[in-house]
C-alpha cells in the first residue's frame, strides 16, 4: 500500500510561484512513474505534469514554460514547482504514483490563483 499526501497549495497571487509536494509513503520499493494532474471546477481531471525515472517529463502545453516537475526518488517525493501563476491554474492538484501496477491517487491540494 501506498499512501500520497500533497501539500504547498494556498491562495498565490497572478503572476506569482508556487511550489507543490507529494510525498508517497509506505511500502515502497520502486516508482517509476508519478504525476501531477489537476481539476478546476466544471471541468475534467487533466494531467499537468508526469516524470518517468530515468526516461523523460511531459508537461501539458498549458504547463510548459511555466511548471517544473521534479523527484526525489530517495525520498518518493514529487514536486511541482509552478511560476508565473494565473487564475486559470485554479485547481485541485493531484498526485498519482505508480506502483507495483497500481495507481495511487492523493487527495489532492487546493490552487487558488486570485488577487
Known amino acids: 500500500q501506498v499512501h500520497i499526501v500533497e501539500s504547498g497549495g494556498g491562495l498565490v497571487q497572478p503572476g506569482g510561484s508556487l511550489r507543490l509536494s507529494c510525498a508517497a509513503s509506505g511500502t515502497i520499493f520502486t516508482i517509476n512513474i508519478m504525476g501531477w494532474y489537476r481539476q478546476a471546477p466544471g471541468k475534467q481531471r487533466e494531467l499537468v505534469a508526469r516524470?518517468?525515472?530515468?526516461?523523460?517529463?511531459n508537461y501539458a502545453e498549458s504547463a510548459k514554460g511555466r511548471f517544473t516537475i521534479s523527484r526525489d526518488n530517495a525520498n518518493n517525493t514529487l514536486y511541482l514547482h509552478m511560476t508565473n501563476l494565473n487564475a486559470e491554474d485554479t485547481a485541485v492538484y493531484y498526485c498519482?504514483?505508480?506502483?507495483?501496477?497500481?495507481?495511487?491517487w492523493g487527495r489532492g491540494t487546493q490552487v487558488t490563483v486570485s488577487s
Open positions: 516524470s518517468i525515472s530515468g526516461r523523460s517529463t
Open positions: 498519482k504514483a505508480d506502483h507495483l501496477g497500481r495507481e495511487y
